[in-house]
T-cell receptor, first 110, second 115 residues
């Protein structure tokens, strides 16, 4: 499992509120990723990090920001949640070509 | 840009039937291909991977996949499925462009096995 935890595991929030999801790893992987999973779209990359304070955008980054102040933590923030951001969010970690996924966070924006 | 196509959106089979799920990719660099499985309510797990060498790769739980370069395909197979194989299956291609490493996933194939 690569020692990945995500918190919270489930969250319901209202449109316009800020939301932060946390990914924590215990094995010092350099790369960390945030994906969202939606029916008919598979997994799509939101943002990723290749080191502390080093982040870059993925294919669906609008409306999301990230931060990585420590190797083990990668935070995903929705500054002002919208209903289109209702999804399941997966964190992944990797080193080279292989990625290992966390248990996911189910976010509902009402 | 790289892309992955999985044309089977939902496959329904009876136990003991043979399985083949299609995956086609588009990527101009060195090909690294993966199949992931997601059991109901769980996270993605690596099923198998191809980096180089023998184009027929074997994974966990009796799954295998064949890399056919001329067809840009990496189809997943299993000779005899079980009810416990009910899950969603994702094909992915790895790319490293400009030092940035990422996986691009297909849209997934939902597999339902009828006992």
């Amino acid at each position: 499992d690569a020692g990945i935890t995500q918190s919270p595991r489930h969250k319901v929030t209202e449109t316009g509120t800020p939301v932060t999801l946390r990914c924590h790893q215990t094995e010092n992987h350099r790369y960390m990723y945030w994906y969202r999973q939606d029916p008919g779209h598979g997994l799509r990359l939101i943002h990723y990090s290749y080191g502390v304070k080093d982040t870059d955008k993925g294919e669906v980054s609008d409306g999301y920001s990230v931060s990585r102040s420590k190797t083990e933590d990668f935070l995903l923030t929705l500054e002002s949640a919208t209903s289109s951001q209702t999804s399941v969010y997966f964190c992944a970690v990797g080193e080279g070509r292989e990625q290992y996924f966390g248990p996911g966070t189910r976010l509902t924006v009402t | 840009a790289q892309s992955v196509s999985q044309h089977n959106h939902h496959v329904i089979l009876s136990e003991a039937a043979s399985l083949e799920l299609g995956c086609n990719y588009s990527y101009g660099g060195t090909v690294n291909l993966f199949w992931y499985v997601q059991y109901p309510g769980q996270h993605l797990q690596l099923l198998l991977k191809y980096f180089s060498g023998d184009p027929l790769v074997k994974g966990i739980k009796g799954f295998e996949a064949e890399f056919i370069k001329s067809k840009f395909s990496f189809n997943l197979r299993k000779p005899s499925v079980q009810w416990s194989d009910t899950a969603e299956y994702f094909c992915a291609v790895f790319s490293a462009v400009g030092g940035n490493e990422k996986l691009t996933f297909g849209t997934g194939t939902r597999l339902t096995i009828i006992p």
